[in-house]
């Protein structure tokens, strides 16, 4: 089962599909608003916040 991971800035609610995480922070750009969106995975959750 895949963790679906929205964007805190739109609506969009498919940002990122993410089937297992341990530890990882990364950034990625959000394909509809176009806003850079820190990731930080521990032990399968997920924390989204705008850069």
Wanted: hydrophobic share 45%; aromatic share 4%; with cysteine.
């Amino acid at each position: 089962m895949a963790i679906k991971i929205k964007c805190p800035v739109c609506p969009n609610t498919r940002l990122l599909d993410m089937v297992w995480g341990r530890d990882a922070v990364f950034e990625i750009k959000c394909p509809r608003c176009a806003s850079i969106i820190n990731l930080a995975v521990k032990n399968n959750r997920v924390t989204t916040k705008k850069v």
